[in-house]
Nanobody
Framework: QVQLVESGGGLVQAGGSLRLSCAAS????????VGWFRQAPGKDRDFAAA????????YYTDSVKGRFTISRDNAKNTVYLQMNSLKPEDTAVYYCAARQYGVFYSKSMYDYWGQGTEVTVSS
């Protein structure tokens, strides 16, 4: 069982930066893939980025490549999403999710979810 808590959201101007954190409780955190998903108002929850258990592999959706960086500190049971050059279209509620082993882009493949943190990018 893993519990996830996101933090770090807020209001930022276009071109600015935010760093989201996903703090996890539970054992063997390094066996869990963690993904970040985002849901804009009235839209589906979409994949943004993911990182393998030991951090050796990272994955991004095309729209965030070169702007977002996912990382993790397993000693702190925390995954980060550094978001730079933010755009108004990045406005969404950001969720972190976890599953043991394997990296997937589909939200249906993740077993544990946080409550979300809201990011608003003004133009």
């Amino acid at each position: 069982q893993v519990q996830l808590v996101e933090s770090g959201g807020g209001l930022v101007q276009a071109g600015g930066s935010l760093r989201l954190s996903c703090a996890a409780s539970g054992r063997a955190f390094d066996s869990y893939t963690v993904g970040w998903f985002r849901q804009a108002p009235g839209k589906d929850r979409d994949f943004a980025a993911a990182i393998s258990g030991r951090g050796s592999n990272t994955y991004y959706t095309d729209s965030v490549k070169g702007r977002f960086t996912i990382s993790r500190d397993n000693a702190k049971n925390t995954v980060y999403l550094q978001m730079n050059s933010l755009k108004p279209e990045d406005t969404a509620v950001y969720y972190c999710a976890a599953r043991q082993y394997g990296v997937f882009y589909s939200k249906s493949m993740y077993d544990y979810w946080g409550q979300g943190t809201e990011v608003t990018v003004s133009s």
